[in-house]
């Protein structure tokens, strides 16, 4: 049984969608970061880094969204090509997402709703990464079905999350219809709606 630390987040979410694909069993805990239970010691002592998702698989311990999804794909041989330039193109894309679309989104949230000065160049340059982005995968999927071609992939899982939740980033698909077409095939996923469901019941009700 995998056990994860999770909470009803745009990272945390790419984990239990991942595992319902794969057909794993998991164990899904509440770190409830609202409260900073993430910077609680009982769970420092799991990652130190005092973030979440997190997994446990055996005596593995992992932190970070994209290492976990790579660990299931190559534990378990699938949502991760072996044909080496598409599972190339999986690992770019799968960066996109880790260094690009996550960082810009949750700055993007954060400098637009979250923070206590309203510093316009930072809503500014956020809200423009985040549109570039936004742009750049629509215009990605206007001639792909999923990020890498016609095959399902981690890619996809990753990218899920922050567009789930691309509210909070002031992002929308009125003028994107590539990336509202992709959305909409990954949210009737089963796999995906079993996800979403888990993830959501980790947050209390307000």
């Known amino acids: 049984m995998l056990t994860v630390y999770a909470f009803s987040t745009p990272n945390s ?14 164990d899904l805990r509440p ?6 239970a993430q910077k609680s010691a009982d769970y420092l002592a799991l990652n130190p880094n005092g973030k979440v998702p997190l997994l446990i698989d055996g005596d593995l311990v992992l932190a970070e969204s994209g290492a976990i999804l790579v660990h299931l794909a190559e534990k378990t ?3 991760l090509p072996v044909e080496p330039h598409l599972r190339a193109r999986t690992f770019q894309w799968l960066f996109v997402q880790l260094s ?10 954060y400098w637009q709703r979250l923070a206590s000065d309203r510093n ?68 009737a996923r089963p796999a995906v709606q079993r996800g979403i469901a888990a993830t959501l019941a980790l947050a209390p009700a307000p």
């Open 13 to 26: 979410v790419k984990v239990p969608i991942a595992l319902e694909e794969l057909g794993l069993a998991y």
């Open 31 to 36: 770190v409830n970061i609202r409260a900073g």
């Open 77 to 79: 041989g699938h949502l």
């Open 100 to 109: 690009g679309t996550g960082p810009a989104f949750g700055q993007s949230g």
């Open 120 to 187: 316009p160049a930072a809503i500014a340059r956020y809200k423009a990464e985040s549109d570039r982005l936004a742009d750049l995968i629509d215009a990605h999927l206007g001639t792909h079905r999923w990020f890498v071609g016609d095959e399902y992939t981690i890619a996809d899982i990753a990218h899920f999350g922050w567009f789930w939740r691309r509210d909070f980033a002031g992002i929308g698909f009125a003028d994107r219809p590539a990336l509202a077409r992709w959305f909409a095939e990954m949210e």
